[in-house]
């Protein structure tokens, strides 16, 4: 069985400042991550995912998350916040085990609030 | 593509009433994917199905709730009869190749009231 866990529900940061929404993930096989992003009242999209290849990946609004094996853990970061970045963060993991047999598990979300 | 479309957007209903949600996938997409989201507990997968096949419902909390897929284009969540702890915001996402190489695409959520 595969879990993730996402060790902050929330966490407030002034505009301009780094942010790191922290996630560990626990599986028995090989794994793809994925960040998704729900700003209010909207369903989620998918901000970044580690498929395979480098170890960091970077989306196009200025997040990046480095995927680290030995420590399981995939961790997003942004060195500049701004307002609009305001919304709940999910991280997932589906694993390779093979088949039609799939499961995208999500882990609980962390609200992120930019303040001005 | 207009992406993954749920139906309705909004639905209050009274206790004791069957509840149906509806989701067309994007097309071409073979896997179909029902998430349950509340503050307590998070985004919870239900059920999803592979070429219209239910693959998994281990997360359907109990056998008031079923779920449909009688083709590539159409998929229901129903709930009978409904409780008020049915409230929740109800996501349908699609997938291509069940997400081996591509993510999950969600649609923006039914937000069930049942009072």
């Known amino acids: 069985a595969q879990s993730v866990t996402q060790l902050d529900s929330q966490v407030p940061v002034f505009e301009e400042a780094p942010v790191e929404l922290r996630c560990n993930y626990s599986?028995?096989?090989?794994?793809?991550l994925f960040w998704y992003v729900q700003y209010p009242n909207q369903g989620l999209q998918l901000l970044l995912k580690?498929?395979?290849?480098?170890?960091l990946v970077e989306s196009i609004n200025g997040f990046e998350a480095e995927f680290n094996k030995s420590q399981t853990s995939f961790h997003l970061r942004k060195p500049s916040v701004h307002i609009s970045d305001t919304a709940e963060y999910f991280c997932?993991?589906?694993?390779?085990?093979?088949?039609?047999?799939?499961?995208?598990?999500f882990g609980k979300g962390t609200l992120l609030t930019v303040n001005p | 593509d207009a992406g993954v479309i749920q139906s309705p957007r909004h639905e209050v209903t009274e206790m004791g009433q069957e509840v149906t949600l509806r989701c067309k996938p994007i097309?071409?997409?073979?896997?179909l994917f029902w998430y349950r989201q509340t503050m307590m507990r998070g985004l919870e997968l239900l059920i999803y199905?592979?070429?219209?096949?239910?693959?998994?419902d281990s997360g359907m909390p109990e056998d008031r709730f079923s779920a449909k897929m009688p083709n590539a284009s159409f998929s229901t969540l129903k709930i009978q009869p409904s409780e008020p702890r049915d409230s929740a915001v109800y996501f349908c996402?699609?997938?291509?190749?069940?997400?081996?190489?591509?993510?999950?695409?969600f649609g923006q959520g039914t937000r069930l009231t049942v009072v």
């Open positions: 996402a699609s997938s291509l190749r069940g997400g081996y190489t591509a993510e999950a695409f």
């Open positions: 599986s028995s096989v090989s794994v793809y």
């Open positions: 580690y498929l395979s290849g480098s170890t």
């Open positions: 997932a993991v589906s694993d390779l085990s093979g088949g039609s047999n799939y499961k995208l598990t």
């Open positions: 097309s071409g997409h073979d896997y």
């Open positions: 199905f592979n070429n219209n096949v239910p693959i998994d």
